[in-house]
């Protein structure tokens, strides 16, 4: 272990006889020199190696802050032990690896420097029987051993031991690590009668060498130390304690859970608390001097024993004192004590807690106690408490043999009043009469009051919260504004995050007929999603990323993943703007980090879209992974620059499961991550298990993605659906907003902004999306704007596709159609005449997408348009028709029209008589369209 570390130096053991002796001698001649803090034994037969037991590799300096970092320091961490000696035993390598030999040597060195544990967080399933008989000689010396069950997935160690958590001696207590929900972590052995217990193991945030810190170690590795440090404990208010008092105060008190029954011989998990207080419940022992301690001729020390019953009856208790008295060696002090029930009962046994907003309501604001007079005479009791904030319905009386009082405990007018924070105050009950006291305590915690948030757009609808952008030509953009106001009178507003999301809607195109009708808009039979259209560069340093290009190309929406080495090059703006977006991840140092960034940022400048990951955000550490230049100057990062770190248990924690880049994204493994920060105002997309963010965005075109997913790293479970998703989203971008104010942003009563959203459609489709403005607003913390929108290939338009001008004989039915281009809404039609003055003379009952004429006659010929209306996309003219009308067709004016009938029937238009080759009685042609 790293003895130097500043939370753990002072809670070393020290061999005084080397650490006041001569350096480089055997001072206290146990054939090792300087085994000031422990000793190392890595040769693999078992010879010492040396005097210094230093870390190389992390595990045991994590381990030793989990059982003993000084505690109440102002430093890092608190382990569970404040005040304890750790001896470094150092048998495993700097590689992790070590031979029984070894362990038996490090075992028998804490036997003989009188150590009462030893944590042993390492593990084979090798049979070592000089291992067990050196754990039975430990325990023959009253020394517990506290083992890990090991890490094999969900191993039966009853089936297949894993040793030495899985030997038999009874001084041996074994260790499954449990998660954050009291589950059995996924890595963790088992053993319904091989394993004790479990304790906490995923995540665990202890010290590391460098006086640093990590929270990413995962394993019954670490949860070991916690049952040691929590057996350290024990001893520290049992000295001489024997073994198997420990175990059992440890095992009989875990908290039993029934996730855990029939896993380990406890089916439960550790339980610190319990364990302390049933271990000597009645008698502790205060101002206990540091262990040992060096008393000189004709002196003493003196320490406290407390008599504090928690449970009627006769009580008894020893303590032992241990010293190396020659006629002496083992002092025993017998403790009695009697502890009988007052007859002054109070229920409930509980705390008063109350909750609320500061001026508000603050619930609930009474608790009822009954106090109830069990004794045989009168009693006379108080009830007092310790704060102005909170008052008793009544302060005391008298109450006769088997009456009861009812006491409220209500919050007074000047708790709302309190600035926001915590309180507390005692409740006090008191038998005058006898002496005795009951203690309860009030709890209250008080709420800053928050803004209220209102959200207005510029298409006003009933629903202030739904923006539809209509239809818009591909390649062309429609803009609106969305407002927010702070509509509260008293308080800020906080804006602590604006986020967008969009996304196309595949195969959403409504049948012809009714539903048409029905719709806000059509959306046109092509409205799909476009194959095979993203081209993408992965961005990369020393690899070119082949597994990775694969998977990617195996989306029907990308077109093509090509790779460029930024270890060996710098990429041109000219280059990356060939690509939708581009892939950046370094393994190895960029050539020129600070160029390849500003080529970056002039990219994204330009329109480019980029998703980032492991290691480009990494601290450079010597490596050259970080990237630089402007686009980590000038913050087109989601995330602020972290510690490079690995951890193969880490495994996605809390995530928007709405968000595009998350659709379908459940797994996501382990491995290099670094300890990033979410940039103020970066939208959050996902974290890793234990909080560290995942996957954010920045201003809709950069994703940062703190995930490892090099070729030989981990693209297991749903790693490569999170990157393809993450890319078509920066890709798309169908929806985006205009310039946003620095966040968190404070909107001061009866204050707005106004931030503009646009739909930049680049593929004919039919999109939603929704903007999130998150604030501490306490009825709407996510205010959530739907907006949606059509993505049309052309303009709304009227066109016609027949004989110009149309001809027909007198008398002659009519019919003169138009073809409609891009509708998006309701179409209504309406013709007109077109005047020689250009004027248009509107025609009543012509409101068709066919101009019609029962019998022309010769006041029906000129010029005729149609203008038709679309509610979603506007109007739209036809072009100007004309009519001609003759008193019969000729032979030489038939011939003419029939080819113009044949061409229009291929370009899609048909037109045909009523009855073919045959004339009407009058003499004239009908033809029509279909």
Same mark, same amino acid.
């Given at each position: 272990?790293?003895?130097?570390?500043?939370?753990?130096?002072?809670?070393?053991?020290v061999?005084d006889?080397?650490?006041?002796?001569?350096?480089d /001698? %055997?001072?206290?001649?146990?054939?090792?020199?300087?085994?000031?803090?422990?000793?190392?034994?890595?040769?693999?037969?078992?010879?010492?190696t040396?005097?210094?037991?230093?870390?190389? &590799?992390?595990?045991?300096?994590?381990?030793?802050?989990?059982?003993?970092?000084?505690?109440?320091?102002?430093?890092?961490?608190?382990?569970?032990?404040?005040?304890?000696?750790?001896?470094?035993?150092?048998?495993?390598?700097?590689?992790?690896s070590?031979?029984?030999?070894?362990?038996? @040597?490090?075992?028998?060195?804490?036997v003989?420097?009188?150590?009462?544990?030893?944590?042993?967080?390492?593990?084979?399933?090798?049979?070592?029987?000089?291992?067990?008989?050196?754990?039975?000689?430990?325990?023959?010396?009253?020394?517990?051993?506290?083992?890990?069950?090991?890490?094999?997935?969900?191993?039966?160690?009853?089936?297949?031991?894993?040793?030495?958590?899985?030997?038999?001696?009874?001084?041996?207590?074994?260790?499954?690590?449990?998660?954050?929900?009291?589950?059995?972590?996924?890595?963790?052995?088992?053993?319904?009668?091989?394993?004790?217990?479990?304790?906490?193991? /995923?995540?665990?945030?202890?010290?590391v060498?460098?006086?640093?810190?990590?929270?990413?170690?995962?394993?019954?590795?670490?949860?070991?130390?916690?049952?040691?440090?929590?057996?350290?404990l024990?001893?520290?208010?049992?000295?001489?304690?024997?073994?198997?008092? !420990?175990?059992?105060?440890?095992?009989?008190?875990?908290t039993?859970?029934? &996730?855990?029954?029939?896993?380990?011989?406890?089916?439960?998990?550790?339980?610190? @608390?319990?364990?302390?207080?049933?271990?000597?419940?009645? $008698?502790? =022992?205060?101002?206990?001097?540091?262990w040992?301690?060096?008393?000189?001729?004709?002196?003493?020390?003196?320490f406290?024993?407390i008599?504090a019953?928690?449970?009627?009856?006769?009580?008894?208790?020893?303590?032992?004192?241990?010293?190396?008295?020659?006629?002496?060696?083992e002092?025993?002090?017998?403790?009695?004590?009697?502890?009988?029930? %007052? +007859?002054?009962?109070?229920?409930?046994?509980?705390?008063?807690?109350?909750?609320?907003?500061?001026?508000?309501?603050?619930?609930?604001?009474?608790?009822?106690?009954?106090?109830?007079?069990?004794?045989?005479?009168?009693?006379?009791?108080?009830?007092?408490?310790?704060a102005?904030?909170?008052?008793?319905?009544?302060?005391?009386?008298?109450?006769?043999p088997g009456?009861?009082v009812?006491?409220?405990?209500?919050?007074?007018?000047?708790?709302?009043?309190?600035?926001?924070?915590?309180?507390?105050?005692?409740?006090?009950?008191?038998?005058?009469?006898?002496?005795?006291?009951?203690?309860?305590?009030?709890r209250?915690?008080?709420?800053?009051?928050?803004?209220?948030?209102?959200?207005?757009?510029?298409?006003?609808?009933?629903?202030?919260?739904?923006?539809? $952008?209509?239809?818009?030509?591909?390649?062309?953009?429609?803009?609106?504004?969305?407002?927010? @106001?702070?509509?509260?009178?008293?308080?800020?507003?906080?804006i602590s &995050?604006?986020?967008?999301?969009?996304?196309?809607?595949?195969?959403?195109?409504?049948?012809?007929?009714?539903a048409?009708?029905?719709?806000?808009?059509?959306?046109?039979?092509?409205?799909?999603l476009?194959?095979?259209?993203?081209?993408?560069?992965?961005?990369?340093?020393?690899?070119?990323?082949?597994?990775?290009?694969?998977?990617?190309?195996?989306?029907?929406?990308?077109?093509?993943v090509?790779?460029y080495d930024?270890?060996?090059?710098?990429?041109? !703006?000219?280059?990356?703007?060939?690509?939708?977006?581009?892939v950046?991840?370094?393994?190895?140092?960029?050539?020129?980090?600070?160029?390849?960034g500003?080529?970056?940022?002039?990219?994204?400048?330009?329109?480019?879209?980029? !998703?980032?990951?492991?290691?480009?955000?990494?601290?450079?550490?010597?490596?050259?992974l970080e990237?630089?230049?402007?686009?980590?100057?000038?913050?087109?990062?989601?995330?602020?620059?972290?510690?490079?770190?690995?951890?193969?248990?880490?495994?996605?924690?809390?995530?928007?499961?709405?968000?595009?880049?998350?659709?379908?994204?459940?797994n996501?493994?382990?491995?290099?991550?670094?300890?990033?920060?979410?940039?103020?105002?970066?939208?959050?997309?996902?974290n890793?298990? %234990?909080?560290t *963010?995942? +996957?954010?965005?920045?201003?809709?075109?950069?994703v940062g993605?703190n995930?490892?997913?090099?070729?030989?790293?981990?693209?297991?479970?749903?790693?490569?659906?999170?990157?393809?998703?993450?890319?078509?989203?920066?890709?798309?971008?169908?929806?985006?907003?205009?310039?946003?104010? %620095?966040?968190?942003?404070v =909107?001061?009563?009866?204050?707005t $902004?106004t931030?503009?959203?646009?739909?930049? *459609?680049?593929?004919?489709?039919?999109?939603?999306? &929704?903007?999130?403005?998150?604030?501490?607003?306490?009825?709407?913390?996510?205010?959530?704007?739907?907006?949606s929108?059509?993505?049309?290939?052309?303009?709304?338009?009227?066109?016609?596709?027949?004989?110009n001008?149309?001809?027909?004989?007198?008398?002659?039915? +009519?019919e003169?159609?138009?073809?409609t281009?891009?509708?998006?809404?309701?179409v209504?039609?309406?013709?007109?005449?077109?005047?020689?003055?250009?004027?248009?003379?509107?025609?009543?009952?012509q409101?068709?997408?066919?101009?019609?004429?029962?019998?022309?006659?010769?006041?029906?010929?000129?010029?005729?348009?149609?203008?038709a209306?679309d509610?979603v996309?506007?109007?739209?003219?036809?072009?100007?028709?004309?009519?001609?009308?003759?008193?019969? =067709?000729?032979?030489?004016?038939?011939?003419p029209?029939c080819?113009?009938?044949?061409?229009?029937?291929?370009?899609?238009v048909?037109?045909?008589?009523?009855?073919? =080759?045959?004339?009407?009685?009058?003499g004239?042609?009908?033809?029509?369209?279909?």
């Amino acid at each position: 272990m790293d003895y130097t570390h500043e939370d753990l130096a002072a809670n070393m053991w020290v061999n005084d006889a080397e650490f006041y002796g001569t350096p480089d /001698v %055997d001072d206290d001649g146990n054939g090792i020199v300087d085994d000031i803090h422990g000793a190392r034994w890595t040769n693999g037969d078992g010879t010492v190696t040396s005097g210094d037991p230093m870390d190389g &590799q992390s595990h045991g300096t994590h381990c030793s802050g989990t059982i003993g970092a000084v505690g109440n320091n102002g430093i890092g961490v608190a382990g569970v032990n404040w005040n304890v000696r750790i001896m470094g035993l150092k048998f495993l390598d700097d590689e992790g690896s070590g031979y029984d030999t070894d362990a038996v @040597s490090a075992l028998e060195y804490a036997v003989e420097k009188g150590a009462h544990l030893t944590s042993n967080s390492w593990g084979s399933n090798e049979f070592s029987q000089a291992l067990l008989d050196a754990i039975k000689a430990a325990g023959e010396a009253n020394q517990l051993f506290i083992a890990a069950a090991g890490n094999d997935y969900g191993n039966n160690n009853d089936d297949y031991p894993m040793y030495p958590a899985a030997y038999p001696p009874d001084n041996i207590i074994a260790v499954a690590a449990s998660d954050h929900n009291d589950n059995m972590a996924y890595f963790s052995n088992y053993g319904p009668t091989t394993v004790d217990l479990a304790a906490p193991g /995923v995540n665990i945030l202890s010290t590391v060498p460098g006086n640093g810190y990590d929270g990413s170690f995962s394993g019954t590795s670490m949860a070991t130390p916690h049952v040691s440090g929590v057996a350290a404990l024990l001893l520290s208010i049992n000295p001489g304690a024997l073994y198997q008092d !420990v175990k059992g105060w440890i095992l009989e008190n875990v908290t039993p859970l029934p &996730q855990w029954e029939g896993l380990t011989v406890t089916g439960g998990r550790l339980n610190a @608390s319990d364990a302390l207080l049933y271990s000597n419940p009645h $008698f502790q =022992l205060d101002g206990l001097p540091a262990w040992p301690l060096a008393i000189g001729p004709g002196g003493s020390v003196t320490f406290d024993v407390i008599y504090a019953p928690i449970a009627v009856g006769d009580h008894e208790a020893r303590v032992r004192i241990v010293s190396d008295d020659m006629n002496e060696a083992e002092t025993l002090v017998h403790l009695s004590g009697s502890c009988r029930e %007052d +007859v002054l009962a109070v229920s409930p046994l509980a705390n008063f807690v109350s909750e609320g907003y500061q001026f508000g309501t603050l619930t609930p604001a009474c608790k009822t106690y009954t106090l109830t007079n069990r004794g045989l005479s009168s009693v006379d009791w108080t009830a007092g408490v310790s704060a102005t904030w909170v008052a008793a319905s009544s302060t005391g009386g008298s109450l006769a043999p088997g009456a009861s009082v009812a006491v409220d405990i209500c919050l007074t007018a000047e708790a709302p009043l309190l600035s926001p924070g915590e309180y507390e105050a005692d409740l006090v009950f008191t038998n005058v009469t006898s002496g005795w006291q009951g203690t309860q305590l009030a709890r209250v915690r008080v709420l800053a009051n928050p803004g209220e948030i209102r959200v207005e757009d510029t298409i006003p609808i009933v629903d202030d919260l739904d923006l539809p $952008f209509g239809a818009v030509v591909v390649g062309k953009e429609r803009t609106e504004q969305i407002t927010v @106001s702070n509509i509260n009178n008293d308080y800020d507003l906080i804006i602590s &995050q604006i986020g967008l999301s969009g996304s196309v809607v595949i195969g959403d195109a409504p049948p012809d007929g009714a539903a048409k009708a029905a719709a806000p808009y059509r959306v046109p039979p092509d409205a799909a999603l476009a194959l095979g259209r993203l081209n993408v560069l992965v961005l990369g340093t020393g690899t070119d990323f082949t597994m990775l290009r694969y998977y990617l190309s195996a989306y029907p929406d990308i077109n093509r993943v090509d790779a460029y080495d930024a270890a060996s090059g710098v990429p041109t !703006v000219e280059m990356l703007l060939t690509y939708h977006t581009v892939v950046v991840m370094s393994e190895y140092a960029f050539l020129d980090a600070v160029a390849t960034g500003n080529a970056l940022a002039d990219y994204v400048d330009a329109g480019g879209s980029v !998703v980032e990951a492991v290691g480009v955000f990494a601290f450079d550490g010597g490596f050259g992974l970080e990237l630089g230049g402007r686009f980590v100057t000038e913050g087109y990062e989601p995330f602020l620059h972290g510690d490079l770190t690995y951890n193969e248990y880490l495994f996605l924690g809390a995530h928007n499961t709405q968000h595009p880049i998350m659709q379908g994204v459940h797994n996501v493994p382990g491995g290099f991550m670094v300890y990033v920060s979410l940039r103020p105002g970066a939208e959050w997309v996902a974290n890793w298990y %234990d909080g560290t *963010p995942l +996957v954010a965005v920045w201003n809709q075109n950069v994703v940062g993605i703190n995930l490892y997913a090099f070729d030989y790293g981990d693209l297991s479970g749903d790693v490569v659906a999170l990157f393809h998703n993450a890319i078509v989203y920066v890709a798309e971008r169908p929806f985006r907003t205009g310039t946003l104010p %620095d966040l968190p942003l404070v =909107l001061a009563p009866g204050s707005t $902004f106004t931030f503009d959203v646009s739909f930049v *459609p680049e593929n004919v489709g039919k999109y939603t999306g &929704q903007v999130r403005i998150s604030s501490n607003d306490k009825s709407t913390p996510d205010a959530n704007v739907a907006i949606s929108g059509l993505a049309v290939g052309g303009e709304f338009a009227l066109t016609y596709t027949g004989r110009n001008p149309a001809l027909a004989g007198v008398g002659d039915r +009519v019919e003169i159609p138009v073809n409609t281009l891009y509708s998006r809404g309701l179409v209504a039609y309406q013709w007109y005449r077109v005047l020689p003055d250009k004027m248009l003379q509107l025609l009543d009952e012509q409101t068709d997408e066919v101009l019609e004429f029962d019998a022309v006659d010769w006041g029906d010929v000129g010029d005729y348009q149609c203008v038709a209306t679309d509610t979603v996309a506007g109007s739209a003219l036809s072009p100007v028709i004309g009519l001609e009308v003759v008193e019969d =067709l000729p032979l030489s004016k038939v011939l003419p029209l029939c080819l113009s009938v044949i061409m229009a029937a291929l370009m899609g238009v048909v037109l045909t008589r009523r009855n073919p =080759l045959e004339r009407r009685s009058d003499g004239l042609t009908k033809y029509d369209s279909r």
